[in-house]
């Protein structure tokens, strides 16, 4: 469990983002997977589309006002529902706890984007702009395999540094790594004990309006 207000220097900064390595132990780790299955029973998982209409390699669902998504009609957007017309879960305690230690001047988040990376998915490069406000930071925690993340600057096609995330890694996405082009190359299946048959989860929490 974190306790609200705990602080640490972060380990390293990577493309402007500060990285905190295993900001939480295995039996924290342990308790937010518990939580997280409670929302997937929830919101169950679904496999957006791309603009172009092809569906995303990573399994998505979201818990807290909104929820991220996308098909081909109407490309990326949050919206206030899961696509089955279910509310979306409250952002579980311990994940919140998260935030307000490593962003405590934040308005509290009211997004918080579960992916679900099986054997072979990955993220292409990406800016996060769906939301109003950039001032706000986002916050990513990973659990379970170890995934290899890459950020560049806010340019496509700039050059770019990558780097391993493992479980319980926490990073910060703010001020000019806000808008830093960003995804995930690989996972190491089977690198991480955490999730029965591998798997990587990443949890993002967001500020939308
Ligand atoms: C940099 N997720 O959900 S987390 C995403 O591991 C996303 O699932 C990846 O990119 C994942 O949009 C990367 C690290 C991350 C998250 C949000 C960012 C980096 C970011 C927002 C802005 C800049
Ligand atoms: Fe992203």
């Keep these: 469990m974190i306790a609200k207000g705990q602080t640490r220097a972060p380990d390293f900064v990577v493309g402007g983002a500060p990285v905190w390595k295993a900001f939480f132990d295995a ?8 939580a997280l299955r409670r929302v997937v029973a929830a919101a169950p998982l679904f496999s957006p589309e ?31 529902r899961h696509p089955s017309g279910a509310p979306w879960p409250p952002i579980p ?23 679900v990376y099986r054997a072979g998915a990955k993220m292409g ?21 170890e995934g290899l993340f890459r950020i560049g600057g806010t340019l496509r096609g700039g050059p770019t540094q ?8 926490v990073l910060a996405l ?17 690198s991480s004990a955490l999730l029965k048959g591998g798997g990587r989860i990443n949890l993002t929490l967001r500020v939308v309006d």
């Design 27 to 34: 039996a924290a780790q342990a308790e937010m997977v518990e």
């Design 50 to 80: 791309t603009r172009w209409g092809k569906p995303m390699s990573v399994g998505m669902t979201s818990a807290g006002r909104y929820g991220w998504y996308s098909d081909r009609s109407k490309g990326y957007r949050y919206i206030d």
């Design 93 to 115: 305690d311990p994940v919140l706890a998260v935030w307000h230690a490593v962003a405590p001047d934040a308005r509290a988040p009211d997004c918080c984007l579960v992916n």
């Design 125 to 145: 490069l990406h800016q996060d702009r769906d939301e109003a406000d950039f001032s706000q930071p986002v916050i990513s925690i990973s659990l379970g395999d």
């Design 162 to 169: 990558s780097v391993w995330l493992a479980s319980g890694d």
């Design 174 to 190: 703010r001020e000019e790594a806000r808008l830093a082009f960003h995804g995930i190359d690989r996972i190491r299946h089977g």
